[in-house]
């Protein structure tokens, strides 16, 4: 069954659905309204969470067949910046892409900005050409052609741009966009869950911006150490969303978009307390088998696969998934205002007009209400995640000594292993159809540093020297997080901490492969933090 008639089927379901129990509602006359908009902490929210249709925003958009994505601006848009796409009759602004595993993809990006850009699959397995890594990019005008097969195992991927010195800014102003790709294992567990994408499997873009300069990106010269943080949170581009859910499981892909902030996710209720819920997968897909949990830390670019069970609740509650607070460990602050200064010179920041300095911004690692769930109707029946949800090996160190990265400021640039970006120069060079270890060990004096390597999904072998805080989080004796247990392309290392993490360089692309290893906080990978890598 080809993924176009998926979506479509699915939809439809959703709205029979969403159909059905407000007929039901109706016949019981259980009308009992939802608690007020306000939050134990004060959040207000008062705007329905936007979800993918069948078109239009974040809808779902087959990429088994032919697709053109036009980058360009969008007035009086969700953001001000956003890929659209037309075919049919339909049209769709940042499109949530599906395909079938092994399915050939066309995609042909069409370049309308008023700066170069170019498309980077996060996490998906291509050769250079098809990567997006910024070493090509279109023009203002020009198009770029995509075409490859996929070769990735069912997961929530995602697509945003890639010019370097210039993917902050517009990655910030909303160019990214969601890529669910399904084999049999996800339609096992979606049939297990009743998991219906759009009504009860809800994907949650969280992003944030500034209220002063919603339609532009001008970072001060403290935003390029630090990164760029917002005074507004966004989900799927709504500001204080709330969304009206049934008493049942819900199914939550979810993916940190935010240029540099980390999120630590939780879900409260009404009374104050923290409610479980479950992992079921990680960037590269599911977990051998689902892990309960209370909390989750969620850097830049990396994605969870949740499931937060509401059945018990009555109608007229609600649940807020929060971000809960915790110690963003910004050690770089003592390199003080020189190193600020000096961070700002060097590099090709689009639409810098003279920073935002002066506007408010939230903190990274202050506690955040993202958005409000109102229990508003009973469902007939609530299912539970099997035992059992893919067939996952274990992580295997490889044989061999582990290949060192240093991640550190120095001049007033973040760097790995003392080293900044250079086109010119390849510091990483590994053979192809081979499994290598890395150890990325972060300086106690840096900050959390979101490490995504380009074209390869890796393991998690184990966490050494982790801050204290992080020890209630751990699920086993090497120290791992329950997020370090799947497949990952993305990886969070703490100040003083060392990640040991396996990757197979399976390589069927025929020549030398160039990718890249950078850090996530964007305004870190725009200034520099990244390598490229030789597959050869």
Not at 19 to 45: E, I, L, M, W, Y
Not at 47 to 58: F, H, I, K, N, Y
Not at 475 to 480: I, L, N, P, S, T
Not at 503 to 530: K, R, S, T, V, W
Request: glycine share 8%; aromatic share 8%.
């Amino acid at each position: 069954m080809s993924s176009s008639r998926i979506s479509r089927r699915h939809v439809l379901r959703a709205f029979a659905a969403a159909a059905a129990a407000t007929a039901v509602s109706r016949a019981t006359g259980d009308h009992a309204q939802p608690k007020p908009d306000v939050c134990a902490n004060g959040s207000v929210f008062d705007q329905p969470l936007a979800l993918p249709g069948r078109d239009g925003w974040m809808g779902y958009c087959d990429a088994g067949a032919p697709l053109m994505l036009r980058a360009a601006a969008q007035p009086g848009g969700r953001v001000p910046l956003a890929f659209v796409a037309t075919r049919d009759g339909r049209t769709w602004r940042n499109p949530t892409l599906t395909a079938d595993a092994g399915a050939s993809v066309r995609i042909a990006l069409s370049n309308a900005i008023d700066a170069p850009t170019i498309i980077h699959w996060h996490g998906l397995a291509v050769d250079t050409r098809n990567d997006g890594n910024g070493e090509t990019v279109a023009a203002p005008g020009a198009s770029y052609d995509y075409a490859f097969t996929v070769r990735n195992r069912a997961a929530m991927y995602w697509y945003h741009p890639h010019p370097h010195g210039m993917t902050a800014g517009q990655a910030q102003r909303g160019l990214f966009g969601l890529w669910f790709i399904n084999d049999d294992e996800e339609r096992a567990l979606a049939r297990a869950l009743d998991a219906v994408p759009g009504a009860t499997e809800l994907p949650l873009v969280l992003h944030d911006r500034r209220a002063a300069a919603r339609d532009r990106y001008a970072p001060s010269p403290a935003d390029l150490v630090h990164g760029y943080f917002g005074d507004e949170m966004l989900v799927n581009g709504t500001f204080r969303p709330y969304h009206d859910a049934a008493a049942r499981g819900y199914r939550l892909r979810i993916v940190n978009a935010a240029n540099a902030r980390t999120f630590l996710l939780a879900f409260r209720r009404d009374d104050g307390s923290l409610m479980p819920f479950t992992l079921l997968g990680t960037d590269g897909g599911l977990l051998a088998r689902p892990v309960p949990c209370r909390e989750v830390f969620v850097a830049s670019a990396e994605r969870v696969d949740l499931w937060v069970d509401f059945s018990a609740l009555a109608i007229g509650d609600f649940v807020v998934l929060e971000s809960l607070a915790f110690d963003p460990m910004h050690m770089e602050a003592s390199a003080g205002a020189a190193a600020s200064g000096a961070a700002s010179g060097g590099h090709d920041h689009q639409h810098n007009h003279g920073g935002d300095a002066a506007a408010a911004t939230i903190a990274d690692g202050a506690r955040l209400s993202l958005l409000q769930f109102r229990i508003r109707e009973r469902a007939a029946r609530s299912p539970a995640p099997p035992a059992s949800l893919s067939r996952l090996p274990a992580a295997v160190a490889p044989a061999g000594d582990a290949r060192p990265l240093r991640l550190g400021f120095a001049k007033g640039r973040w760097r790995i292993n003392d080293r900044v970006y250079d086109m010119a120069e390849t510091p990483i060079v590994v053979a192809r159809n081979t499994v290598e270890t890395w150890l990325l060990r972060n300086y106690h004096t840096s900050m959390p540093h979101a490490m995504h390597l380009h074209g390869f999904a890796f393991r998690v072998l184990a966490r050494e020297t982790s801050p204290p805080f992080l020890a209630p989080l751990a699920v086993d004796e090497r120290g791992r997080l329950a997020t370090d247990l799947g497949v990952k392309d993305t990886v969070l290392v703490w100040p003083g901490e060392s990640v040991r993490i396996a990757i197979d360089f399976a390589c069927p692309f025929p020549g030398e492969q160039i990718y890249m290893l950078h850090c996530h906080n964007l305004e870190h990978e725009d200034g520099g933090m990244m390598l490229r890598v030789k597959v050869a």
